[in-house]
């Protein structure tokens, strides 16, 4: 049987067709060289059958990457690193939060803003020059679940309260200029088009074409601490605990690595696929 003729099982349980270009696309979003991508491809390809789940592709894929080099594997396991930020949602809000500010935005997270009925408690604000963002983050431990027109729709409503009480004549602080709804999942066709329609500005995994967050992600060198390969999972949640979301923030900063009693050896080879993540 040939490999455009094999279904594979989503993790939403859709059967479709096996798509090697697809695999190569995430492949090579990892940074491997083509030769890399094309050797991993060829293994996976010859290993498939009828009915395997996209997870076991997906885990055969970068156990290969990682015996290449680490930050391979990093980057492509980008998605899944972004569950990984769960169960709660406030590491979320923190990585949006951390992905805003490293692009020049003042931030605050969790803070609350007076609309004119209600107040609201805004997950992240972000203000730059002209631009004064309120934002809400929307954090989904499933990934088969999508955020759908109820999201925009509710947000949309507490937007509006908001700016209703800015526009007060005898307001003097500064008004919002965008809403914005950050999800790690999908929208569905509904939530977008509705929030183009009522203005707001919509961000997930794979929205909008061009600067989604995962090409946010990607092009800024901000990947969150949930990437690492070789941080443990224990390691990783303390380092959320403390308010490190970003592999940034670990460069060069052997504290909390001693603090988690971390060997010279290990943190060497750390910092050595941290700084290739953020390209330093």
């Not at 949602?89 to 490293?102: D, H, M, Q, T, V």
């Not at 965008?178 to 929030?195: I, L, P």
């Not at 009522?198 to 600067?211: A, Q, R, T």
């Not at 946010?216 to 601490?225: A, E, V």
């Amino acid at each position: 049987m040939e490999n455009k003729d094999i279904e594979i099982i989503k993790f939403s349980g859709e059967m479709v067709k096996f798509s090697e270009e697809k695999l190569r696309n995430s492949l090579e979003r990892s940074g491997a060289d083509a030769s890399i991508v094309e050797e991993i491809i060829e293994k996976v390809s010859n290993e498939l059958y009828q009915g395997i789940s996209t997870k076991e592709i997906y885990n055969r894929a970068f156990v290969l990457l990682k015996k290449s080099k680490s930050h391979y594997a990093s980057k492509y396991k980008l998605k899944k690193a972004i569950y990984e930020l769960g169960p709660t949602g406030f590491p979320f809000e923190r990585f949006i939060s951390a992905l805003l500010k490293y692009s020049g935005f003042k931030t605050e997270v969790n803070t609350f803003l007076q609309g004119k009925c209600v107040s609201h408690e805004v997950d992240v604000i972000a203000i730059k020059n002209s631009d004064y963002i309120v934002i809400e983050c929307k954090f989904h431990g499933d990934r088969s679940n999508k955020c759908d027109v109820k999201v925009p729709l509710y947000i949309a409503s507490r937007y509006k309260d908001i700016l209703d009480q800015f526009s007060n004549a005898n307001h003097k602080r500064r008004s919002p200029s965008e809403g914005w709804v950050v999800t790690n999942t999908r929208f569905t066709k509904d939530a977008s088009d509705y929030g183009k329609c009522v203005g707001l500005y919509l961000l997930s995994w794979d929205y909008p074409k061009g600067d989604s967050l995962k090409e946010r992600i990607d092009r800024l060198g901000l990947y969150p601490i949930t990437v690492s390969t070789l941080l443990t999972q224990r390691e990783k949640q303390f380092l959320l605990s403390r308010d490190v979301v970003l592999c940034r923030e670990l460069v060069n900063d052997h504290f909390y690595l001693d603090h988690l009693g971390i060997s010279e050896k290990r943190q060497t080879k750390i910092f050595s696929e941290i700084n290739a993540l953020c390209n330093i």
